[in-house]
C-alpha cells in the first residue's frame, strides 16, 4: 500500500538488481572440480544465489554450515568467484530502464546486500553502478544483516529519506522482513532466484514485481 510519495529507493543486489547466478555458478562449479566432483547444471544452483555461497556449498556439497571442511570451501569459492567478478554478470532485462527513471526523478538510490563488501564494491566498480548508488550496505557493514532493520536504517540515512518513504525491492523473504521492520514499503522481486520453497505472495510486501519494469508504477509521476 502506497502511504507515503516515494523519495528514495534500496535495492537488494543477488537476484533483484543484478543477475548474478552465472559468475556464481562458474566458481561454485570450480571448487566441484577442484574436489574431484562433477559440475552442477546453473538452473540447480539459481534458486540458491540469494542465500549466499555457504548456502550454495551447503547444496553442492551435502554439508552442514558448521562442517569442519566449509571454511576452505568457502574460501576457495570467494577466491575463484573474485578472480571473475563480472565476467557473465549484468542488470536484470529492464533494470536500466527502472534505474534511469529512477535518476531522472531525481530521486537517490542505494543497494543493501547481505553480500560482503570485499565482493560487492569490486562487483559494483566493475559494472559501473558504484559512481550511481548513492548508498550501499553491505552484510559486514551493519551491525546485523537483513532480515535486521539496521542495513535498511543505514541505507536511507545515507539517502536522506525516511523509511516510510523508501521503496525496497529484494528477492528473498529476509529482504521483506528488513523492510517491514525498518518501516519502509516493499516489494518481492518474483523475477529472481526463488526456489520451490519460496512462497513471496505469502511474504506480506506491498507488492510484486514480475518484471522489473513493474516498480516504475510504485514511483511518483514525473
Known amino acids: 500500500m502506497r502511504a507515503a510519495r516515494i523519495e528514495g529507493v534500496l535495492f537488494d543486489l543477488d537476484g533483484t538488481l543484478l543477475d548474478t547466478a552465472g ?23 539459481r534458486p540458491t544465489v540469494s542465500h549466499g555461497a555457504v548456502v550454495m556449498l551447503c547444496h553442492a556439497f551435502a554439508l552442514a554450515p558448521d562442517d569442519p571442511a566449509m571454511p576452505a570451501l568457502h574460501e576457495a569459492m570467494l577466491r575463484h568467484y573474485e578472480a571473475d567478478i563480472a565476467g557473465r554478470t549484468r542488470p536484470f532485462p529492464g533494470m536500466e530502464t527502472v534505474l534511469a527513471r529512477v535518476e531522472a526523478l531525481g530521486l537517490p538510490w542505494g543497494i543493501v546486500t547481505n553480500k560482503p563488501a570485499r565482493l560487492t ?14 548508498a550501499v550496505v553491505c552484510g559486514d557493514t551493519a551491525p546485523r544483516p537483513k532480515p535486521h532493520p539496521d542495513p535498511m ?20 523473504l529476509r529482504d521483506i522482513q528488513a523492510g ?15 526456489g520451490a520453497g519460496d512462497h513471496p505472495a505469502g511474504w506480506g510486501a ?8 513493474d516498480l516504475l508504477r510504485w514511483l511518483p509521476p514525473a
Open 206 to 213: 506491498d507488492g510484486l514485481l514480475n518484471t522489473p519494469q
Open 153 to 172: 536504517e543505514a541505507a536511507c540515512a545515507t539517502l536522506g529519506v525516511a523509511p516510510a518513504r523508501c521503496l525496497t525491492a529484494g528477492d528473498a
Open 180 to 194: 517491514q521492520h525498518a518501516g519502509c514499503p516493499t516489494l518481492a522481486a518474483l523475477f529472481g532466484y526463488l
Open 121 to 134: 564494491h569490486p562487483l559494483l566498480a566493475a559494472l559501473g553502478l558504484d559512481r550511481r548508488a548513492a
Open 23 to 45: 559468475d556464481l555458478a562458474t566458481a561454485l562449479n570450480r571448487v566441484l572440480a577442484e574436489q574431484g566432483r562433477s559440475p552442477l547444471p546453473e538452473a540447480r544452483i
